[in-house]
């Protein structure tokens, strides 16, 4: 698992001036447990899935969103790319933004 750009959460105001939330935000990145298992989960979905906060059960934090989109390599799925963010993000523009990234992966790995 790779998280990078973790340190640009820290300039959202709706996560940066609570500092218990940023603690646990950081503290899901270093334990990777959790991530873990959205990432599973999303790889065995088709397409892009959007996670809303602690609605999902799988997000720790009620301020935070994750999009994600499973990528394929010889029509397998062998990863998942995400972006984490507050629950405000702008969906219309990461939407889109993860789902072609991710079919570029795959063909960049294909």
Excluded: C, H, W
């Excluded at 340190?7 to 646990?24: C, G, H, K, T, Y």
């Excluded at 959205?38 to 892009?48: F, H, M, T, Y």
């Amino acid at each position: 698992m790779v998280i990078a750009g973790e340190r640009n959460l820290l300039s959202v105001s709706d996560l940066s001036s609570n500092m218990s939330s940023l603690r646990q935000l950081f503290e899901m990145f270093e334990q990777k447990t959790g991530l873990m298992q959205l990432l599973d989960v999303s790889s065995r979905a088709g397409g892009v899935q959007i996670f809303i906060g602690g609605e999902s059960n799988l997000v720790p934090m009620d301020e935070m969103s994750v999009v994600t989109a499973p990528y394929e390599v010889d029509g397998r799925i062998v990863g998942t790319l995400g972006v984490i963010g507050p629950t405000r993000i702008n969906y219309a523009r990461i939407i889109p933004m993860v789902d072609y990234t991710a079919k570029v992966v795959g063909r960049l790995l294909g």
